[in-house]
Every structure is written in C-alpha cells, then in structure tokens.
C-alpha cells in the first residue's frame, strides 16, 4: 500500500496502461493511494476498481493521475474494473469537499457514497413475490392479510422486504406461497415507474401559484438557494413540488430530504397522488436488497426522484438537478456518528458543485437559514396563510407555579378541563411529552439511590410496558432490580417524573373510556406500525395520543383540536446553544398538529417560565420577533450563526489516557486573532459507553477559517491507539 500524494486528475482524467493512478478507498485513510494500471485496462477518474489492500481485495475509486514518491516496482496493479457506471466528477468533488469540511478522511465520506457493497457486485436475478390471479381461497389470518395489503399497492417484492414490510414473519409469506396465493417471480433489474410532471396539480392559491413560478424558473436554473417558508399547511409541499415536477420536465433527477421521522405515509401518497408513481427511498430501515437496487437505480440514472434521510444525500447521482430540504431546521440533519456533518449545509454545497438549484423548507427556518435569507446569500419565499384559511390554533400558557396539577399527577386542572371539553365533543387530543418510557429516573426509597447506566453518566429510564430499564444513549437494557444495588432494602423503588407512559397513565385513570394510545420510536416499530397509528387517529378510531416527537411533524388530523403539551420546559434546560430555538420550534411543529380543517384548534402549554422568550413567541404568535431576539443574543456573544464553533471530542475507555490528550490538546491550542478555546473539561456526558470523554470548543469569528487551525491542531498531538479525537464542526449537540 502506497499513498498517494495529489488527488488532482491530470491528463483528462484518463490513464493508460502502466500508468500510476490514485485510488481512493473507503477505509478511514489519510487519502488515496497508488497503484499501477495493469496491461490491457486502461481506467477513467471515477471507475471503481479492485485493488489489492494489504492482503485483502478491495474496491475503490480511481481519483487521479498518481503523484505518490514510491519507487514504481511498489506499486500493485489495479486488478480490474467493477461493472457500474463511474462515480461521477462532482460527487468525487463533493466526497474532497465534505472531507475538507468536517475534517474526516476522504475514504470515510467514500464509505458513505459507498454504503451498499453488494451494490457493487454483479446483479443475480433475484426472487420476488407475486400475487397469485384467481388464487384458490385460504384461511386469512391478520398476518396474511397484511401481505396481501402490502402487495395490493405494489410491485412484487423479495421475501424478506415483503415480510419486513407488513411486519410478518417468514414464515408467513412461505405459507402464502405453498397455499398458491403467492407464486415466485424473477425480478430483472428494476425500472421504476417514472414519476409524470406532465399530470396536473392541484389549483394554487395566488400565493402558493407565485411561489410556484418562482422555484420553476429556479429549478430550471443553476446554483441558487430559495428558502420556503410558511406556517404549517399553507401548502408548501404542494409549492416544492412544482419545483420537482419541473427538474423532471427538464429530465433530471430529483433528491427530497427529510427527517427520517417525517418519512410518513401521507407524504408518500399525495406524492404519488401528484405525480402518478411513487420515489424511491432510501433510510434506514430499508433491506439490504432494496438499497442495492435503488443505489443501482440511481447510479444508472433510472431513479427520477429519491426521498430519502441525510444519508441519501451520498447517493451516486449522475445528473442531480434539484435538492429540496424539507423541515430544514431539524436537529437530525445532523449526522453525530462516524463522519460528523450536517446534511442540510451539504445539500446546499451538492447543489453549489453541481450547479443546480436547492430549496430549504420549514415553518420555522433555522437561524442560520434566516441570516444567510437576511444576508442576501438565500432568496426568501414566504407561504403566509394556511391553506382554505385554516385558522391558526390560538395557544395559551398554563404557569404551572400557580396552577400546577397535585404531586405525583402531571395533567394540570386547566388541560383536564380543557380535555373534558373535547373528549365531550367528541373530538381528538394530543398530549406531547418528548420524552420515552414511564420515567426518567428511579430511586430507592431507603436509601435514595439512583440506577444508573453502567455504561454512561445518565440515569435509566423506565419502560413499564416493555418491563425494563432503558439507557437513551446507549441502548443498555435491565430488568428493574429486585432489592436496591446500594443498600440491598427491598422496598419498592419510586418513579420520578413523567414520560409517555406515564401520562396515558393518568388519561386512563381519569378517562378510562376514553381510547388512547402512546406514540413513540419504541413503541411503534416499524413503519408499519406509525401508519397504523396515523390512521386510525385519521379513522377517529383514538381520542387521546400521547405521543413524543414521531407524532409532532407532518401529519394532518381532521379532528384533532387539542394539543396540550405536558412539559414545554423540557428542551430548555441544559447548556445547549440551540435550546431556544430548538424549543421553539418544536413546540411550533407540535402546535400545528391541532385544527387543520375546519375545527379551530387550541394549544395549551404547562410551563413553569411562562415569561421565557420562547413561551411568549409561542402565545403571541410572534416569530419575528422571537427570531430578532434569539439573533441578538447570538451575535453578541459570537456564536453561530454569526462566529463559528468546532468541537473536539477526547474519548477513551482508560480515563487518564482521556485525560492526557485532552492536556495535550488544550496546550496546543491554536492562538490566533479572534480565536478562543475553551477547556479541556468533562463532557456533560462523561461517559458514553464505557468510554471516558472530554470536550474542546473552539470558537472564533466568521471571517476565520477554521479548518486549517483545526488540522494543525490535531496533528500537534501524539493520540495513542485507545483514545479518540472525533472533531464536529459546526457542533449541534454539546453533550
Ligand atoms: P405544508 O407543507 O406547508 O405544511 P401542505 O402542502 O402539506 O402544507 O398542505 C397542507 C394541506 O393542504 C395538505 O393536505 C394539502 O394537500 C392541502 N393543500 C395545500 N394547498 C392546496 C391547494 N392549492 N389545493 C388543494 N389542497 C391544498
Ligand atoms: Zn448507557
């Protein structure tokens, strides 16, 4: 293995044989390395080939001409090409860039462009299944039926994605099969249905329609970014569609991120609805045959639109000509694992190297969206009215100071009136609490013991349904100990504070009539299981949903008119620079859920800061304003928006060596004019998975880069092998 020294493509990006090329592979390396183009295999920047690495065979992607020093009889031969079409110049351009960016190796961002291995490998006919014409008639289960729904509104599908997807098991779809109902097909490589701009949408609003015009003619342009932006249900779905439907007209591909957890149903179908055709997906609950086949799909340009997470973003598109960003604002843009980046800022650097057009859309921009719109440097399209003019719900604060519930009760009189009163009209409620499982910390009552994760510094939350005690940050799971772990008494251990479980709780002592259920990431599994859900609140089949964030986006609910939201502080404390903001924006998002149609709908807030900014805006309806302040708070104390943060994370299961570096890192800190440092000190979040960790912050002015000081940095410190230093820039999570 010889690195390689320049990743530039000279000579045309074509090299003959005998030639010395860079390969750039997905492995966590400095850059690429050289090899020898063998005799008769003559390659182009972007083929993907097979590489001998170390001893084992790998793939990667020709990068350049080779410049590495190595004598020329090191040099291995690139043993051959893989049948895919190249990887294409700018997602080569955008792998450099995001690695210069977030200062991860270039073969680590390759990982991610290159997700699904077997994508890479030669196509095997596969066998899908099919339902039967006239099939013969069988004992219909729940589990049966559920197959059979989910072939209805599709193409054949492999066994296992056919299982996973209606939530069986194999076994299932075996019995179907031997029963006649299903029979065996071999599925070709796939063309997808095109998705047909020519069918018309739906007639927009004077508003929406000037919208519209203005993303079409940018969606037939080069490089801009438009930011969309309006209240929940003024129709900006509909408004970016338009966009979409123009890329296609102009016969390009079309990418649509969205937070994984917005990925609904609902928005599946009025796609399909508005274009005839379903997208292609792409997060991470799809199987291993799926992705290959949509990774293949895309890279040969047969996928016209992708709607996929933040990971969508590295698929090999060959001819992207629009990039939409819905709910731009959303926290899990942010990618904390492996390489640390933020998909919506690289959407907008993807749409810049490719020069095409990208959209960001929300109700709540972020304010980094919001300077870059005040700065000139995005254009700014706002959707004012909901649409049919819906009213806005009008939202109130509950001081829970004053008119707090009793001790041990979490609903206080003024939403059990406010509840009653819906219940009675037989309406729907949504009680919102961001936070899983029955509570959030368990004491012994002897002694006062708190359990605690023994992996992390966090406490673990109870899950009474499940029956188990949950770590939120690394999945450790526990029965609830039968004596206290400290002082051995066997007295029952106290709960303390409230989480979903905990509030359907009292709704059922209190209306236990009244149907209801829990909704949150663990207790609905699967995909399956959260369009279940949707509609039967859609079917009026629910009166009460407590639910936690997977219930606070996207959906729209006819007959739900009362949202009370049982802990509004509960974002807010913490050192987080986005707290507010955050906050803000959730609780907007959340607050959206009540009165789409024709019933107006209310919001109630429990809080114990009635008077805090974030509470104000939300009863006041005042963003504006919220925003003007929340801007002036950050640019005074330069942060970001308006200065710039990078982290360094110092991590090690030996908590001196953590130390040390840490040391080390904080003596070589770069000095620089408008440049501050501060710690080395614990992480709030002190151990994570047994590992010990430390924090660096890096703050400085907007004007400074800060990639080549960051890269200094680092270097100037001797890491031993058990401690890691993972660097985040543009930091979302302080933890
Ligand atoms: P947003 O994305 O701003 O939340 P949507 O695009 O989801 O808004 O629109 C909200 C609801 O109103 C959807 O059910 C949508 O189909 C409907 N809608 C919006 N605009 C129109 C329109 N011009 N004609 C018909 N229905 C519309
Ligand atoms: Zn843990």
Known sequence: MVPSRTSSSGGGGRHRPGARVAVLLPVPLAGPYDYRVADGNALADGDFVHVPLGRRPAI???????????????????????????????????????????????????????????????????????????????????????????????????????????????????????????????????????????????????????????????????????????????????????????????????????????????????????????????????????????????????????????????????????????????????????????????????????????????????????????????????????HARAPLPAVAAIDMRADGPPPGRWISPALHEALAATLDAGEQAMLFLNRRGYAPLTLCRACGHRLQCPQCTAWLVEHRVAGRLLCHHCGYAAPLPAACPACTAETPFAACGPGVERVAEEVAALWPGARQAVAASDTLNGPRAAEDLVRRIEDHDLDVIVGTQVVAKGHHFPMLTLVGVVDADLGLGGGDLRAAERTYQLLYQVAGRAGRAERPGRVLLQTYMPEDKVMQALVSGDRARFLAAEADDRRRAGMPPFGRLASLIVSSPDEGAADAVARDLGRAAPRANGVQVLGPAAAPLSRLRGRYRRRLLLKARRDVAVQPLLRAWIDAVAVPRRVRVQVDVDPYSFL
Do not use: C
């Open 60 to 386: 990667g992607v020709v990068w350049g001409a080779g410049g590495g020093e190595a004598a020329e009889d090191r040099l291995k031969d690139v043993a051959g090409t893989v049948d895919v079409p190249s990887l294409p110049e700018v997602s080569r351009r955008f792998v450099d860039w995001v690695a210069g960016y977030t200062l991860h190796a270039p073969g680590a961002v390759l990982r991610m462009v290159m997700s699904v291995p077997d994508a890479l490998r030669p196509e095997r006919p596969m066998t899908a299944y099919a339902l039967t014409a006239d099939a013969p008639e069988v004992r219909m289960t729940a589990a049966r039926r559920r197959v059979l729904d989910v072939l209805a509104d599709g193409p054949p599908r492999p066994a296992a994605e056919l299982a996973r997807e209606a939530a069986v098991g194999p076994s299932v779809v075996r019995g179907l099969t031997d029963a006649g109902v299903l029979h065996p097909v071999t599925l070709g490589p796939e063309v997808p249905v095109a998705p047909d701009w020519r069918r018309p949408g739906p007639a927009l609003s004077p508003a929406q329609a000037g919208a519209a015009a203005d993303l079409r003619r940018a969606a037939g342009g080069g490089f801009s970014v438009t930011v969309l932006d309006g209240v929940p249900g003024s129709g900006k779905t509909e408004v970016y569609f338009e966009a979409v439907a123009e890329a296609l007209r102009h016969g390009r591909q079309v990418l649509v991120l969205v937070p994984e957890i917005a990925l609904t149903a609902q928005w599946l179908d009025r796609f399909r609805r508005r274009f005839g055709a379903a997208p292609a997906l792409w997060h991470s609950d799809l199987t291993a045959a799926r992705r290959r086949r949509t990774w293949r799909a895309v890279a040969e340009g047969r996928a016209a639109v992708v709607v996929g997470a933040r990971s969508a973003l590295f698929l090999p598109f060959p001819d992207l000509g629009l990039v939409v960003v819905d709910e731009e604002h959303d926290a899990s843009f942010k990618q904390e694992d492996g390489v640390v980046y933020n998909a919506r800022d690289m959407a907008v650097v993807r749409a810049r190297l490719g020069d095409i057009p990208a959209v960001l859309v929300s109700a709540t921009p972020s304010l980094e969206t919001v300077a870059n719109a005040d700065a000139g440097r995005y254009r700014r399209l706002h959707l004012p009215d909901r």
